[in-house]
């Protein structure tokens, strides 16, 4: 090969290049970003609307089924569930996974402004592109003025907002006293007309007698606290009706706002609390940009706050897991590397020559930095994962380069015509074994699912390493073989005499060898499918989640409660499971519980664990239960790590729709599956979601009533939502900013008063009970929907690994019983699995196309590529026997790692059979076989042995990262241990028995 003489003719511009590879991976590396998992876009959006003081049922009535019916009409939508609850309708949206979120999100909103047009007057849909990056990145709690601070962190580039949680917002209260009132004999009407005009009018434009334009506006604003106290809001006895008509009295007496209400600066009525650590708090969330990366955006964060000396409590920190497995990652490619260079050094038995070889190692994955910055990818856990499972593969060229030209070396070639001529007889070989193992992940491009979207990104660094390793195996390695010296070890020697004896017994017992070799195949095939379908692996971190709902009357109040418990047993076992930190959110406390539907009778509480992985994986379990275990009345404790909140996002790992219009039959048949489904062996927790019902208050006017007594049914509850949520009338400039004005008729109102309200009407003032009917009914807290229908959720937890065998369980008792009436579907993660399944075995298929195309053109044969993929099924007893060893469940990774095989395994056969096939041209076809396998015996072992020892570390970690990384491994090491012993022994036999009866 002319490069390869070249490159041992030019040693300085090889280092010259080798310089500028490193210079250019060294700085690619520096700039790349660090992140847990790949940035891809979820195709998620939210459609939020409020519509205070409504119902569950007229918020679904009249808000969410007119959002629908727009909703399901929008271009793109796969699917739509929503939740219909007091004062909110939460609609998620799913989009399809092929198209680009920000595009569908628009075209959404512009349907969305369109069904606004029907919606009732104040209910206004807000859309927002639903993003992981909706939660905190970073939170800490400070006693300290943290003023400075915050506006410092909100102008670095990556943070997106930072919200103060916890702390009341304040406001001008105006709290009118209704015996005032009356003593001053005000007219209420008059007073909210003269509080209202507290804003600033545009009215147009003038001009002066130059023909300057000059913009003209009336101000109506109060100047401070005091103007607004001495405001005059009536006239004692004088109506506003009579003021209208201009009946107005010769003696007016003036009332100001102060004699008949008390006005303050007051906090504004609490919905919701943050606690760090059991104690009331401010809680500081800093949020990241959308595509901003977590590690870089908290370490940015962080040293604001070492370098302001506040002292603070750290109570969230997405960075720290991410950070830890990132460099557990890293240590793990480092021993790799360590693995394979030994592997190496025991078969050449020269330090020169492995570290020639080993060298293609940190070169390629210099190459690969190079690649990876270069198309914008992270350096996260799934693209070190691909680096790593490439790692061992990266000197594989390289070996089976510099052993033929070892082998020139040896036969006394000069070092050009060694390098040539030895690289050259290998060529075709190394770039179709190189061309088969990238090409198994090409078809991921085509598809467009949640896994293989994750995938693609380890995929990539597996292809740039591995074509790293093709340009470093044939240009660099051939310029260092200048110094070596040919030598060979009497261990080779003898373990090649060994083997070729050993070849030589199964050559002459044929059908032995097919009948062991298939039968071990068709027993691993029959053992995998008989494996439960898994998903996912979670990732083992350090946060626990506890969730806590009440009965959805609840006030925050009691909710508080309940979590004060909680918190309290957390503070006494501290040191038991090593509790770093937590912090309590109560009620609605941030834009992001507002967003996710949450209430005042929901609370999350955010546990840190310290320790290592193993220490607080055992800390976590222990907690699990303790917490779980807690009787508290009413309360509905969940206990999740922090993975396991993806059931926002993904849903629960099986859940069952119960579909129709009746709800009380949907939630009559959603009971009867429950008691069906409870006592399934492999389910962890079920559950029917939202199932509380809460008891409401009615009023039902009565307009003849209404009518007779002046009052109109609109001004009924006008009156009614100031005296219970107030009336915002303008904002007011005080000494503590521009705060917003809230007039109220009462400081409370109960269940007993309302009744009694007073409200205002034609004749006077009129009891609320005068024209209405005030009584009390139980409805649903939340009435969810799924594309549109009625719909009860029964959600299943199965142990992990499982999910595959309980899906089938419930549909065997889901087609036993009556169902008349409703709709029954099963989803969630199950959703997800079975799309991903049906991706990778539509991927796995694709692969073998192109391995089997690549191989027909380089042997110029039709029939040889099939004895050549035989290595593929041979790798399945190496996948079962990694399955039954680590109890796997046959989930996502492992059939990622049979992937990856179905593109390796075949490499040590395609060496094999490109050099018997040379030999071939000279000898018989026996020698051919026994001659060709013995002298790549030595590669194939070096070759197989280095990916094996690179993955160890990766196998054997218990470390941070390694939940997906780990099983891959495994199933690769085995696969290509128990598919090397087939390629030595078993190929050659079929390879012989098919040239005898076909030419290939």
Not at 555 to 560: D, Q
Not at 905 to 910: D, E, G, S, T
């Amino acid at each position: 090969m002319k490069l390869a003489e070249i490159s041992s003719k030019r040693p300085i511009a090889i280092l010259m290049l080798l310089a500028a590879i490193v210079f250019l991976g060294f700085i690619s590396f520096q700039h790349l970003k660090l992140d847990l998992l790949p940035q891809i876009e979820y195709p998620y959006a939210v459609v939020l609307t409020t519509y205070m003081g409504a119902g569950a049922e007229e918020v679904e009535e009249l808000v969410t089924f007119p959002l629908e019916e727009y909703i399901s009409s929008t271009p793109g939508v796969r699917r739509f569930t929503s939740m219909s609850m007091d004062s909110v309708s939460f609609i998620l949206v799913e989009f399809e996974w092929n198209v680009k979120t920000a595009d569908a999100v628009g075209r959404l909103s512009r349907y969305v402004e369109l069904a606004s047009r029907e919606l009732p007057e104040g209910a206004k849909p807000i859309v927002v592109e639903f993003d992981p990056s909706l939660l905190p990145v970073y939170a800490f709690s400070t006693e300290e003025d943290y003023e400075e601070v915050v506006s410092k962190i909100r102008r670095l580039p990556d943070v997106a907002s930072v919200e103060v949680m916890g702390e009341p917002k304040k406001i001008v209260e105006i709290v009118l006293d209704h015996e005032k009132i009356k003593k001053f004999d005000v007219d209420p009407s008059l007073i909210e007309t003269i509080l209202s005009g507290n804003l600033v009018y545009p009215f147009g434009y003038v001009k002066d007698s130059e023909g300057n334009i000059y913009s003209v506006s009336v101000d109506g604003r109060f100047e401070n606290l005091d103007d607004l106290k001495n405001t005059i809001v009536g006239f004692r006895g004088v109506k506003y009706q009579s003021l209208l008509r201009g009946e107005i009295p010769k003696l007016l007496i003036p009332v100001r706002l102060k004699n008949i209400a008390e006005v303050k600066i007051a906090e504004e009525s609490v919905q919701g609390e943050v606690r760090v650590n059991g104690k009331k708090a401010s809680l500081i969330a800093i949020y990241k940009r959308s595509g901003a990366n977590t590690v870089k955006t908290v370490r940015e964060i962080k040293k604001i706050l070492s370098n302001s000396k506040i002292d603070y409590i750290e109570a969230m920190n997405q960075a720290y897991y991410t950070e830890r497995a990132i460099d557990n990652l890293l240590k793990n490619l480092f021993y790799g590397f360590i693995a394979a260079f030994a592997v190496v050094l025991i078969f050449l038995k020269d330090f020169i020559s492995t570290l020639v070889t080993s060298f293609s190692i940190p070169l390629s994955l210099t190459v690969t930095f190079v690649f990876l910055y270069a198309f914008g990818i992270n350096l996260d856990t799934l693209t070190l994962g691909g680096l790593i499972m490439a790692l061992g593969m990266l000197v594989d060229n390289s070996i089976v380069v510099f052993e033929n030209i070892y082998r020139h070396r040896s036969l006394g070639k000069s070092i050009p015509d060694a390098a040539r001529e030895g690289t050259g007889e290998v060529w075709l070989a190394i770039l179709a074994s190189t061309l088969t193992t990238v090409s198994v992940f090409l078809p991921i491009v085509f598809f467009t699912g949640f896994v293989v979207r994750l995938f693609k990104y380890f995929a990539l660094a597996f292809v740039f390493a591995l074509s790293s390793s093709l340009f470093v195996s044939t240009v660099i390695v051939p310029a260092g073989t200048r110094w070596i010296k040919p030598r060979r070890g009497k261990l080779t020697e003898r373990l090649q005499k060994s083997y070729r004896k050993a070849l030589e017994w199964c050559m002459n017992r044929k059908g032995l060898v097919l009948a062991v070799a298939f039968t071990l195949v068709i027993v691993s095939a029959v053992f995998l499918l008989s494996k439960p379908m898994g998903f996912l692996p979670s990732f083992q971190t350090n946060l626990v989640v506890i969730d806590v709902k009440l009965p959805p009357q609840s006030s925050y109040e009691r909710t508080s409660e309940a979590v004060q418990k909680i918190e309290e047993y957390l503070n006494e076992h501290r040191s038991t499971y090593n509790i770093t930190s937590f912090y309590s959110e109560v009620g609605i406390t941030s834009e992001y519980s507002q967003i996710m539907g949450r209430g005042q009778n929901e609370a999350r509480i955010m546990v840190n664990l310290g320790g290592s992985r193993k220490e607080f994986a055992k800390n976590r379990e222990r907690l699990k239960e303790a917490i779980a275990s807690l009787k508290i009345p009413d309360a509905k404790i969940e206990v999740l790590e922090q993975s396991q909140q993806l059931y926002e996002v993904l849903g629960y790992p099986i859940t069952v729709e119960i579909r129709g219009e009746d709800l009380s039959l949907i939630q009559e048949k959603a009971e009867e599956i429950f008691e069906r489904l409870k006592n399934l062996p492999e389910v962890e927790k079920i559950q029917i979601r939202n199932s509380y019902e809460k008891s409401v208050v009615h009023v039902r006017i009565d307009r003849n009533k209404s009518l007779m007594n002046g009052v109109v049914a609109g001004q009924v509850f006008l009156d009614l939502q100031t005296y219970m949520l107030g009336k915002n009338i303008g904002t007011l400039k005080t000494s503590e900013g521009t705060l917003p004005i809230v007039l109220k008729k009462a400081e409370t109102l109960s269940l007993e008063d309302l009744p009694r309200t007073p409200l205002e009407g034609l004749k006077g003032e009129v009891p609320l009970g005068a024209i209405a009917t005030v009584t009390q009914k139980t409805v649903p807290s939340v009435i969810d929907h799924s594309d549109g229908e009625r719909v009860i959720y029964v959600d299943l937890v199965s142990i992990e690994g499982a999910i595959g065998d309980v899906s089938k369980e419930v549909e065997e008792v889901l087609s036993g019983m009556n169902l008349s009436g409703v709709k029954v579907d099963i989803s969630g993660q199950k959703e997800f699995m079975d799309e991903a399944f049906a991706e990778l075995r539509s991927v796995v298929y694709m692969a073998i196309a192109l391995v089997y195309m690549i191989l027909a053109a380089q042997f110029e044969s039709f029939v040889l590529p099939f004895v050549i993929f035989l290595t593929v099924p041979f790798a399945i007893v190496g996948v079962a026997f990694a399955v039954l060893v680590n109890g796997y469940s046959l989930n996502v990774p492992v059939l990622v790692g049979l992937l990856t095989l179905s593109g390796t395994v075949v490499n040590n056969a395609i060496v094999m059979l490109t050099r018997i096939e040379q030999i071939r041209k000279e000898k018989d076809l026996m020698e051919s076989v026994l001659e060709g396998a013995q002298s790549r015996l030595r590669p194939i072992l070096m070759t197989t042995f280095t990916t094996i020892v690179a993955l160890l570390p990766t196998a054997l970690s218990q470390g941070e990262g390694a939940e997906i990384e780990s099983p891959i491994s495994w199933v690769v090491i085995f696969g290509l241990l128990i598919s090397m012993l087939f390629t030595l022994f078993v190929i050659p036999v079929i390879y012989t028995l098919m040239r005898k009866k076909i030419k290939v």
